[in-house]
């Protein structure tokens, strides 16, 4: 089987191929085949998200830590919005990485 590209598309599919972690007649199998194609660079940001939700996870246990060495001094509502917010960014986080990873 030959497929005819010009060069421009050449270099288009090689690069796309690439960021899918694939060879160009693989790219090209899976893109006949209908299979999903799932790029390397999107599971590269999921690995990025994870580390970011791991942080986000470490402060905001830093801050319960403050926030419960405080009791019986009164925490103001500023340190507590803070840990609500902090969970809403993990949950969003979890939301973007299901969207790379399932499309969700």
């Known amino acids: 089987m030959e497929v005819w590209?010009?060069?421009e598309e050449k270099a288009t599919?090689?690069?796309r191929a690439e960021e899918a972690g694939m060879s160009r007649s693989g790219y090209l199998r899976a893109l006949?085949?209908?299979t999903p194609i799932r790029s390397v660079v999107d599971l590269a940001a999921v690995v990025d998200?994870?580390?970011v939700?791991?942080?986000l996870g470490r402060f905001a246990g830093l801050l319960k830590?403050?926030?419960l060495e405080k009791r019986g001094q009164g925490a103001d509502a500023i340190d507590v919005e803070l840990m609500m917010e902090f969970k809403e960014l993990q949950v969003?986080?979890?939301k973007a990485m299901s969207a790379i990873m399932y499309g969700k």
Request: net charge negative; charged share 25%.
């Open 92 to 94: 969003g986080i979890r």
């Open 53 to 55: 939700n791991g942080d």
């Open 49 to 51: 998200l994870a580390k």
């Open 32 to 34: 006949g085949l209908n």
């Open 5 to 7: 590209v010009t060069d």
């Open 13 to 15: 599919i090689t690069e």
């Open 65 to 67: 830590l403050w926030l």
